[in-house]
């Protein structure tokens, strides 16, 4: 049987901090897995430096001169970490059996790479990583992101619930992945649509161990509505379950209001006339701006813009690989 290459894919945003410990503890798992026979001598580490304004390129740089093991790949500009993680594992996927997504920090633990490497020999294709608990964050940071889990289900979205982007994939789920041409992209949302074997591996999420979030509140908002209005339509479902309530709400007050007039009891309404004006108005302008919402998503997949550029790849000299994105 020919040994199966691993390509572990870590996108990096100003981690100068961390690159030191996280590449050394990273060699270190990836021998371990080349020792015992799971994945092949030529298995790599590539870290997809995503317009970092820090010194994590000429970080990434040295590591690769200094060991084969490391490789790099430059983005253009900051593209957002879901982009970064397309571009590796894109740039990847024709030279590996495998591939193992994962942040920067090792807030996921690095040990459950065995049990998900093992999982793949056993014929997985998707194998997720999943947080057993979230004892180390702080209870605002696990409060937003049960919540966002939550919100992403409820609206239609559907995810695997306490799984960042910590995952295995094979190749073949690699190249379903490949024909998604969505712009929008949220991987957590659509690598559960390409389907094939899949399957799950807990582990406890550590604390960040140096540098802070590059996710704060406004980004993970950002990121939820991103999920949603790329992945359902459920809001607009909702708006117009919405629109007949208040329809039939109507047709009440009009009976109502008409029995009034009836019995000479009308008054000068002028409060309820304007509060109504008001609440319709808004509610009016709600529903618009989420359909503003998916029509700039139709707008941005008309254009098919690449969603990342890379400019330049430090790899094995004995790979070929595409580094164009191929929207489509
Ligand atoms: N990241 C990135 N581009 C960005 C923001 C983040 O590539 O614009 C990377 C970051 O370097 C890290 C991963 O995405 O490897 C997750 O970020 P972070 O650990 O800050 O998120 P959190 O764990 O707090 O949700
Ligand atoms: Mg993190």
Redesign the pocket.
Known sequence: MREKRLFCV??????EEVLPETSSRLKRKVNELIQQGLVSQDSRIVF?N?GSKDATWSIISRLHEEDEIFQGINLSR????QN??LAGLMTVKSICDMAISL???L?DDIDAIDEMVKKYHEGIDVVYGVRSSRQTDTFF?KATAEGFYKLMNAMGANTVYNH?DYRLMSKRALEGLAQFGEVNLFLRGIVPMIGYPTDVVYYERAE?FAG????PLKKMLAFATEGITSLSTQPIKMITGLGFFIFFVSIAVLIYCLVRYFNDQTIPGWTTTVLSVWAIGGLIMISLGIIGEYIGKIYLETKSRPRYIIESYLKDDKDNVDLVDHIN
Request: net charge negative; aromatic share 8%; charged share 35%.
């Open positions: 870590v996108p990096c945003y100003n981690e997809v995503d900051n593209r957002g970490h970064a993680l942040d920067a920090d807030q940071k960042a960040r802070e979030s590059k996710y």
